[in-house]
């Protein structure tokens, strides 16, 4: 299947939604903004052999994970997505099934969150598959939850559960996994419905997605804001999954990546459960003192970000 007809099955399959005034088809996709609103612009690569296998990975999850990505940015900063644009490189070798299954992933997706495809670009690649999906989103004026807004004193939580993707991968290196014993890693839900509630409510002084890791996102945090942070090992909320279900090994929870919770600080009182999801508190923001991890028995250890980082050997 040549570029233009692919472009035509894409631009069949998308819908149109409120933001986009004119979507796939011409130079540019005219968007709309609210009134009042500045808008959210985020970008993120999907890398074959980098961010999935395609021995491991089913096109539909991958096309899924590939939006939830760039949602889960814009849920970090407790925007709205408004429109999300898709930019495709594939080899000659990909099939068409292929392609099929991987936009009905996307698409699934993009109808869950009521987000337009408005756009994008198709071309052949030198060898594999890679795409960037972008989202632009909108807040209103001047409240976008920022990494640097934390303070010390400000307790620091997390949504969901951690380490259950890092898990699947650990597991999938030895074998077969079912999907479904893997939620989190397979099926992992972008939490947009809590970032943007804690930005109504004015809750969250810093946010951030844990796409990288724990540790790795936390120091985000603390070096936009300028503080250190302790955390307690204990209430680390760790994943269970697996068959049978197990928590998940604490490094995993502590640096595994591409969980897509959101890690917030708040200087108030935050519920247990925001939309429906479970929230915890794990510590709180300190005076600029790097990480430290206070375990059960009161022993206290450096808290070293070991999460994922690109061009090192992770
Ligand atoms: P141009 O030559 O201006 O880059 P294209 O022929 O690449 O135009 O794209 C035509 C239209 O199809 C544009 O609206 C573009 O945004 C859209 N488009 C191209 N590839 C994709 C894709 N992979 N997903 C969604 N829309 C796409
Ligand atoms: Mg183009």
């Given at each position: 299947m040549g570029e233009k007809s692919l472009i035509e099955l894409i631009r069949r399959r998308a819908r149109g939604g409120s933001a986009v005034i004119t979507g796939i088809g011409d130079d540019c996709a005219v968007l709309r903004v609210p009134a009042g609103h500045q808008m959210l612009v985020t970008t993120d690569f999907t890398l074959e052999?980098?961010?999935?296998?395609r021995e491991w990975h089913p096109p539909e999850v991958v096309g899924w994970r590939c939006l939830t990505r760039g949602l889960s940015d814009i849920a970090a900063i407790g925007g709205e997505p408004r429109a999300a644009f898709l930019s495709m490189a594939l080899d000659r070798g990909v099939s068409q099934k292929w392609v099929n299954r991987f936009l009905a992933g996307l698409l699934e997706a993009a109808e869950e969150f009521r987000v337009p495809l408005a756009g994008g670009d198709t071309a052949q690649s030198g060898g594999g598959i890679q795409a960037d999906i972008v989202v632009v989103g909108s807040v209103p004026k001047g409240t976008a939850v920022l990494r640097s807004g934390a303070r010390p004193g400000d307790g620091i939580y997390v949504t969901g559960e951690l380490g259950g993707s890092a898990a699947a991968i650990a597991r999938m290196r030895k074998g077969k996994v079912r999907a479904a014993d893997y939620e989190r890693h397979f099926h992992p839900v972008a939490r947009v419905k809590v970032g943007q509630w804690l930005r109504r409510r004015g809750l969250a002084s810093a946010m951030i997605d844990v796409s990288d890791g724990l540790s790795t996102d936390l120091q985000h945090i603390c070096k936009e804001s300028g503080v250190g942070a302790e955390i307690e090992v204990a209430k680390i909320p760790r994943a269970r999954v697996g068959r049978p279900a197990q928590r998940v090994e604490m490094d995993q929870a502590l640096h595994g990546g591409e969980d897509y919770e959101l890690l917030f600080t708040s200087p108030k009182k935050v519920p247990a459960k925001v939309a429906g999801i479970p929230i915890t508190k794990i510590g709180q923001i300190t005076q600029n003192g790097g990480m430290v991890l206070a375990e059960k028995g009161g022993g206290r250890r450096r808290l070293v970000a070991r999460g994922w980082e690109h061009f090192k050997r992770n």
């Open positions: 052999n980098v961010h999935f296998r």
